[in-house]
């Protein structure tokens, strides 16, 4: 059979398209299912949650030139909207791109950079014979536990929310630790270090929803160094 020219041409475009969409996803972020000890978070790896509804890996707010985090956000939002940044206050140089999220010897979550320094950590450690795991949920929820398939959380980032409250996060009081939870918002829009409002519950009882101007927050009432600007009982 006489293909021609003009049919090799079209037959090598052709095989040429189909290769090139085999290689697309080698392109993109790779995505893994959890984080452990064997298995840390590399730059170009997220994980997603099980629902494809979450997303987390290293980012650079805006494109900024000078600096990357590691965060949250919706996977399939765009623009991305970041409800989450682990090392908000100790930014990461967007050159570095060695840097790791890991489950250490001792099983704390810890993020380093590309000299291994440490740049965050949950503080939190687990049993040296344990099977430590990082894991997204559905909800938004980042949690460490024991092992991948343990029912409790050892660590969780719901109770270390940044500027968004998601369904099944809590905002209160903790009597017996003395943590109070806060939202915070973003210095800017490219910094994602805390700001100056927070919003929060108030101590009394019933407990309030109020905006603060972050002055200099204290564990007592408003009025201590925080200039309230919004308060909102739960009935109105």
């Given at each position: 059979m006489d293909i021609g020219k003009e049919g090799f041409s079209?037959?090598?475009?052709?095989?040429?398209?189909?290769?090139?969409?085999?290689?697309?996803?080698?392109?993109?972020?790779?995505?893994?299912?959890?984080?452990?000890?064997?298995?840390?978070?590399?730059?170009?790896q997220t994980i997603v949650s099980p629902g494809n509804i979450f997303?987390?890996?290293?980012?650079?707010?805006?494109?900024?030139?000078?600096?990357?985090?590691?965060g949250?956000?919706?996977q399939n939002i765009l623009?991305?909207?970041?409800v989450w940044v682990a090392n908000r206050e100790k930014p990461?140089?967007?050159?570095?791109?060695?840097?790791?999220?890991?489950?250490?010897?001792?099983?704390?979550?810890?993020?380093?950079?590309?000299?291994q320094n440490?740049?965050?950590?949950?503080?939190?450690?687990v049993p040296s014979n344990s099977s430590a795991a990082a894991l997204l949920l559905d909800d938004g929820n980042f949690v460490v536990k024991v092992n991948a398939g343990a029912a409790d959380h050892l660590?969780?980032?719901?109770?270390?929310?940044?500027?968004?409250?998601?369904p099944s996060m809590l905002l209160g009081f903790d009597s017996k630790s003395g943590k109070r939870n806060f939202l915070s918002a973003?210095?800017?829009?490219?910094?994602?270090?805390?700001?100056?409002?927070?919003?929060?519950?108030?101590?009394?009882?019933?407990?309030?929803?109020?905006?603060?101007?972050?002055?200099?927050?204290?564990t007592g009432e408003a009025g201590h160094g925080i200039n309230q600007v919004h308060r909102r009982t739960r009935n109105g």
């Open positions: 079209a037959l090598n475009f052709s095989i040429f398209i189909l290769l090139l969409f085999s290689l697309l996803p080698l392109q993109c972020c790779s995505q893994v299912h959890d984080i452990t000890l064997s298995r840390p978070l590399a730059e170009g997303e987390l890996g290293f980012f650079s707010p805006n494109n900024s030139a000078a600096n990357k985090y590691v949250i956000w919706y623009p991305r909207k970041v990461l140089a967007v050159a570095d791109t060695v840097a790791s999220l890991r489950i250490s010897s001792n099983g704390t979550l810890e993020l380093v950079d590309g000299k440490s740049v965050w950590s949950n503080n939190v450690s660590w969780e980032s719901f109770d270390y929310p940044s500027d968004t409250l998601l973003w210095k800017s829009e490219s910094d994602p270090s805390t700001g100056i409002f927070l919003a929060g519950l108030t101590l009394e009882v019933p407990s309030q929803l109020v905006v603060w101007i972050n002055d200099q927050l204290s």
